[in-house]
């Protein structure tokens, strides 16, 4: 019997998140292990006329792939997928997980060295998405190894994740859900846009940027699932001051712990982490971008209480803020290029306040303009 939380998720993605039309191609990327969400889809975008395309992987083949690789198949992005960034009119990524730690011992640099190599699918995913020409979004089906990841039971983890996508049965109509969340989040939004300094001061930061002739967006499930959170790419080389990252920076299965980092006119001049400081040197390194901030958000959704080492979640924690070292997003001006988006997330619910252009908008978690 199929699961009403499934398909209440697979209409948030295919009627909110894509906006399916007649004649759409779209990718649906993911494990196998996501099967009955993948069915959902399947149907449901055939019904509104589109054209699913199915890009199926073993639940191990990551590990498969950098065990076997050579060094030259590092560097070619994977055909199939590529041209389906360059020219298909959407994709939904399925993030389903049988193993969370399966990169751990994969040397940084050949994740690195195969990230450049698919750079320009992320190239073209941020440009065709900035103009409007590529719907895309990703989510997650909730599996064993990511319910361990977040220390909880399976049962337990699969409500944690259909209430915080506004799939669960307690929410009625789930797409009205979510317009209702762009509403709720116009009036954050109106208190930072249009504006140039913002200061944040805590216990866990003291930084400064500017946000002048930015665009912020206002992010209600169009390209994540769940969401929740107000974003814009900073002036490149405005940062300064230095932050202390609360919660912990998960990249490729590896957690990396207790990441501060400092700047000094945009560019991140030192970086300490107490775990895996090794991978955050790496990574930082990558290129001439990774060390300037692509994204600067809010997080809103106090649905997500906790943190679950997975990005697509923790970054929405209502009462936080997040940045991404590297890539931007061009829709918001940024203009940093780099082959990370490497988001870390900082709590702000506890004697921090954020001012913009002098005025205090923003304390212990809550926005109160």
Sequence with gaps: MSD????KLAKILVDHSTRVKPGDRILIECTLLAEPLVRELYSLILERGGYPHLALTLPDQ?????THAHDIQLDVPPTFTKLAYDTFEGRIRIHSLANTRALTNVPPASIQRYQKGVAPILKTQMARGAAGQFKWVSTLFPTQAQAMEAE????????FVYKACKADDDTADPLAA???VELDQRSALNLLQGHDRVELHGPNVDLTLSIKDRKFNNSFGVFNMPDGEIYTGPVEDSLNGWVRFTYPAVYTGRVVEGVELKFEKGRVVQATARRNQDLLLQLIDSDPGSRYVGEFAVGTNFGINRAIKNILFDEKIGGSFHMALGAGYPETGSVNQSVIHWDMI????TDSEMRVDGEVVYRNGRFIG
């Design 4 to 7: 009403s939380r499934v398909q």
């Design 62 to 66: 990551e590990e498969l792939f950098y």
């Design 152 to 159: 909880m039971g399976l049962h337990e983890f699969e409500d």
């Design 178 to 180: 979510w317009n209702q």
């Design 346 to 349: 900082c709590d702000l619910q």
